[in-house]
């Protein structure tokens, strides 16, 4: 189900709400009609029209109301489960939407055909609808949208079974929610994400076999569900962290998490969660000993069973009640709790619950020491058991036969159908000879065009290529060569320093020569001393600014951390840095390219846009790496930043083109806070890396 679903019972469509947002803009009003219609279309398809209507007349564009509606089908056909046509719609309102413009609501329904692939087990076609989404909400920075993604994208990774890939999809959605503000129209919606997330989050610890991690975001999960009083969703995660507790071996705790649930879904009437409440505690008491504790939860669970007209679980709480009577000492009442399961499951013809309650009755005569009765029971134990093996096979059985039936009229039908084909072909055949020949002469002429054409082209391609690459070598020689010359001038700077060292032995001649004048001999000591401290830090100082020791030791994100805390101690600004996924060294060039870009942009920054935070991030995608930088400062003129007197822009430029990146930068004059994105597809990396194998 798309993620709007995670709207539910936040907003109601009422004359309340028409009347609020009767006072709004149109696109205001849009957006909220909107993402209701999305809601309402997996649940009500009256209230849907109705909410259609109340848009259409909100609308002023035609053709912009007709693409909305588009989308609000695919919802209703993908929730009706008209899966050919839920994607066929899905994917044309989404081309639609973008044509239009609407860059967010087009993300938002590419989310929706992520899920929609997702849910259908088409793992390759969420990833590839997941990873577009992402693009554009980053872009337009939509913070719930990618929120919902990434929830999304875990959550299916979960249900495949790949723990490690949902844990840090959905480890990413709640850092963006820890640092999100939801306007007050989405805060409940923002509380229902973080406990949606936080309840997968644990689910997938649980599986994973972290249990202790999985039972802390589930009681996180439960916090954010009581606040917004969804006790029913308390109840299921309490019956989640007994299902824990049980599977550790801590039955009492197990119980005691079950009775937390029913005491939740008393409150909300919840009787099918009661009911299993009720049996599972039954079952638990009897396992620890507990008979008259299980009496009482049976007793219960075999009460709403009833209401309910619940057979199978009336007879699974007989035969507790049953156990518990027998452990007590009760015999003839538990041989009549065991009579009456008997009679239920044979009524519902349920073989599996006549097989517990056959083995219980034979574990009871052996205890009794009626051996005889005891042969009795066990023989129907086996023979229900057999019973139960062959209709499962009689059904296996008759699958395939019906299988093996379609398939020989299938080829019944595909061979008449040859043979049909084979009289037309005799007739035809003569005729389409002489076609045939037509065409071969007019092809022979196209192909011997089209080979000349080609040629031509791929001729031109090499001629471009050459030029391409020598323009390359041109700018990888003179960046090198600065790289070159920074790099001996810090080893100059680190291993000479002869002046210097020459006036600070004079110096420290000075003070033998002042042997007798303690004052001046330790004055000179502690100028001595301040000298050598002062050399030191200018030293590092210089050696830093021109190539970063820990950059070409340690690596791109060493490197950087050192240039942040450098930062970070002026105080004057606060700059972040997340890595996600990059978990071996790049190549040096694009190392260094990327080290001096993030400097660039980091020294502009603090020279004009008077921002308090800098975020930095570097992704590391299957086919990309991304590295944003962000801040909250004021924005600047974008082209009067390319065509400024300074070298910074084509600083920027040039190491962008050598390591074959994209950028995109997302400011404006006058508006708080800006964004650069840069994109490096991995060939273009790994292009790089070989040729330095190469080189060295």
Known sequence: MPTSQLFSQDIIYSDSLKSAISELSEDEQINILWTLAREYAFKDSIETINILQHLESVTSNPTRFQTLQLAIIANQLDAANKTIEAKSTYQKAHKQLAQLGEDKKAAQVLNDLSTFYGLHGQFDSLKYYAKEAVKIFINQKDTMGLIANYSNIGRAFQLKGQFDSAIVNLYKAIDLMEVYTPTPLLQKTHLRYQGNVFNNLGIAYVEHGDLENGIKFYLKASEKKAALGDLTEVGNIMIN???VKFDEGNPIAARAYLDSAAFYYEKTNHSLGLLMCKTNSAAVSNMVGEFSQGIAYANEGAQIAKLLDDQTNVALNYIHLGTAHWRLGNKELSYTYLDSAAMVSRAIDSKRVMNEV?????????EAKDFEQ???????FFATKDSMYQTKKSREISE??????????????AFLAKENELKEATIQRNTLLMIGLVILIILLIVIFYFVRYKTRQQHQAVLQEQKIRMR?????AVIDSQETER?????????GMGQLISALNLNIQSMNESAGDKDKRDKLYNNSTTLLKDIHTEIRNIAFNLMPQTLMKAGLIDGLEELIHRINKTEKIKVHLSVFD????????VEVSMYRIVQEFLSNIMKYSQADNVYIGITNHEDELVLTIEDDGMGYDIEKFKVSEGNGWRNINSRINLIKGELDIDTKEGRKGSSVVINIETKHIEKVRSMEVVTR
Not at 400 to 413: G, P
């Open 472 to 476: 390359e070598s041109q700018m990888q």
């Open 582 to 589: 990059l978990e071996e060294r790049l190549p040096e060039v």
């Open 400 to 413: 395939l036969e019906t299988q093996y039936k379609t398939v020989e009229k299938e080829q019944e039908i």
């Open 374 to 380: 005891a042969l009795n029971y066990r023989n129907e």
């Open 241 to 243: 962290i007994g299902g």
């Open 487 to 495: 790099k001996r001038f810090a080893t100059d700077l680190h291993d």
């Open 358 to 366: 056959q083995n219980l009755r034979y574990e009871f005569a052996l």
